[in-house]
């Protein structure tokens, strides 16, 4: 009790470090909520449209979102084309003068159409894929734009304007919806990351700091074991680290509204054991370094391993099978994929996923509380 009434008041007397310490996860999070995943706006697109007398085309270019596309109105195909490659638009997308005719050659005569028709019927997209994701989603507005006009003259014709969809049907989806986003999809890697992350300075310079001020001695020869005095400041950061996690779940769904389908209380249970995960960790780091240097340079080496081989950016599916299987190991791998499981599918602890990533974080918490205080008892610091 003494060391940890001696560690809170360490804490308590740096409150400018406390406050940083709190507010470290919640503005990354809102970083991230803020920035990632939104729907792309402005995006410069060069448009040539050479049957503008035409309102078929004319309808297909004034439905584009303008929220989205900001159409820059070219005189040649070609000027159209020069735009995307001065970098002055993100694409072109070029209408030829006989656009509306042979769309209609081509879908009366249906088999029985040239080469010539079929291409003078087809609205062209020079995309710039440099920026991959922009690229689609201009091809992804045009295609669905595209629909929604035909769908309108098909309907005036009388005609059902289910000729005009593909021969695919994209039906409703087992787990999430068609809305989702590639940030709900980061969400939980998201969340668990930045948990883990910002623990870890709580705790990794707590034995190359006591070591350089000679405080580790007095405690040892006042009867203090190893494992007390590692579970002390455990205990003692442990109050920081409740306080980040609840202002990080604060910010994720109440005020972002991030959708979650499981129980919040495994979710907020599974982020806290990560986070407690991320402090024993830190004191691994801790117990390892022999200076500040060498634990912060540790505890820094640690981020981009742990985003990238985590499935957080991207599915671990992608991966080469080395990698993957190397991926499992790490602490944060498969405690991410129990969180997706409970937050986009709405599992429970009733099923075995969802309970394997509680038991790997339980059991790295162990391994690194364990390491550290054998580390600690090995070098006699």
């Given at each position: 009790?003494?060391?940890?009434?001696?560690?809170?008041?360490?804490?308590?007397?740096?409150?400018?470090?406390?406050?940083?310490?709190?507010?470290?996860?919640?503005?990354?999070?809102?970083?991230?909520?803020?920035?990632?995943?939104?729907k792309?706006?402005?995006?410069?697109?060069?448009?040539y449209?050479?049957?503008?007398?035409?309102?078929?085309?004319?309808?297909?270019?004034?439905?584009?979102?303008?929220?989205?596309?900001?159409?820059?109105?070219c005189?040649?195909?070609?000027?159209?084309?020069?735009?995307?490659?001065?970098?002055?638009?993100?694409?072109?997308?070029?209408?030829?003068?006989?656009?509306?005719?042979?769309?209609?050659?081509?879908?009366?005569?249906?088999?029985?159409?040239?080469?010539?028709?079929?291409?003078?019927?087809?609205?062209?997209?020079?995309?710039?894929?440099?920026?991959?994701?922009?690229?689609?989603?201009?091809?992804?507005?045009?295609?669905?734009?595209?629909?929604?006009?035909?769908?309108?003259?098909?309907h005036?014709?009388?005609?059902?304007?289910?000729?005009?969809?593909?021969?695919?049907?994209?039906?409703?989806?087992?787990?999430?919806?068609?809305?989702?986003?590639?940030?709900?999809?980061?969400?939980?890697?998201?969340?668990?990351?930045?948990?883990?992350?910002?623990?870890?300075?709580?705790?990794?310079?707590?034995?190359?700091?006591?070591?350089?001020?000679?405080?580790?001695?007095?405690?040892?020869?006042?009867?203090?074991?190893?494992?007390?005095?590692?579970?002390?400041?455990?205990?003692?950061?442990?109050?920081?680290?409740?306080?980040q996690?609840?202002?990080?779940?604060?910010?994720?769904f109440?005020?972002?509204?991030?959708?979650?389908?499981?129980?919040?209380?495994?979710?907020?249970?599974?982020?806290?054991?990560?986070?407690?995960?991320?402090?024993?960790?830190?004191?691994?780091?801790?117990?390892?370094?022999a200076?500040?240097?060498?634990?912060?340079?540790?505890?820094?080496?640690?981020?981009?391993p742990?985003?990238?081989?985590?499935?957080?950016?991207?599915?671990?599916?992608?991966?080469?099978?080395?990698?993957?299987?190397?991926?499992?190991?790490?602490?944060?791998?498969?405690?991410?994929?129990?969180?997706?499981?409970?937050?986009s599918?709405?599992?429970?602890?009733?099923?075995?996923?969802?309970?394997?990533?509680?038991?790997?974080?339980?059991?790295?918490?162990i391994?690194?509380?364990?390491?550290?205080?054998?580390?600690?008892?090995?070098?006699?610091?």
């Amino acid at each position: 009790m003494a060391i940890i009434r001696k560690n809170t008041i360490s804490l308590i007397r740096s409150p400018g470090n406390l406050l940083f310490q709190f507010l470290l996860p919640t503005i990354i999070v809102i970083l991230f909520c803020a920035c990632i995943g939104r729907k792309i706006n402005n995006i410069p697109v060069a448009v040539y449209n050479g049957d503008w007398r035409s309102n078929v085309t004319v309808d297909i270019l004034r439905e584009l979102d303008p929220l989205s596309i900001n159409q820059i109105h070219c005189r040649t195909a070609e000027q159209a084309l020069q735009a995307v490659r001065d970098g002055l638009a993100s694409s072109a997308i070029t209408i030829h003068e006989n656009f509306t005719e042979s769309l209609h050659d081509r879908l009366l005569l249906m088999g029985n159409v040239d080469e010539e028709t079929l291409n003078s019927s087809t609205i062209q997209i020079f995309p710039d894929m440099s920026n991959q994701i922009i690229a689609l989603t201009v091809y992804e507005k045009v295609i669905d734009t595209f629909q929604m006009v035909a769908r309108k003259y098909l309907h005036r014709m009388g005609t059902s304007p289910a000729l005009i969809e593909f021969p695919i049907n994209f039906s409703t989806p087992i787990y999430g919806s068609h809305e989702s986003t590639f940030t709900e999809f980061m969400a939980p890697g998201v969340i668990l990351s930045i948990a883990f992350l910002a623990a870890i300075p709580l705790t990794a310079m707590v034995l190359v700091v006591e070591r350089k001020h000679g405080l580790i001695e007095r405690t040892t020869v006042a009867g203090v074991t190893n494992f007390q005095f590692i579970l002390s400041h455990l205990i003692t950061q442990f109050f920081v680290l409740l306080v980040q996690v609840v202002l990080l779940m604060i910010c994720v769904f109440p005020i972002y509204k991030i959708p979650y389908h499981g129980e919040f209380l495994f979710i907020f249970l599974l982020t806290l054991m990560q986070s407690f995960c991320g402090m024993s960790f830190g004191l691994f780091v801790s117990s390892v370094a022999a200076d500040e240097l060498t634990a912060t340079m540790l505890a820094l080496g640690s981020f981009y391993p742990n985003l990238l081989l985590s499935g957080t950016v991207w599915p671990i599916k992608a991966m080469d099978n080395y990698m993957r299987y190397f991926s499992y190991l790490l602490p944060q791998t498969i405690p991410i994929e129990s969180m997706r499981y409970m937050i986009s599918r709405g599992w429970g602890p009733d099923r075995f996923e969802v309970q394997l990533g509680f038991f790997v974080t339980i059991t790295w918490i162990i391994l690194f509380t364990l390491a550290a205080s054998l580390l600690f008892k090995f070098r006699k610091i």
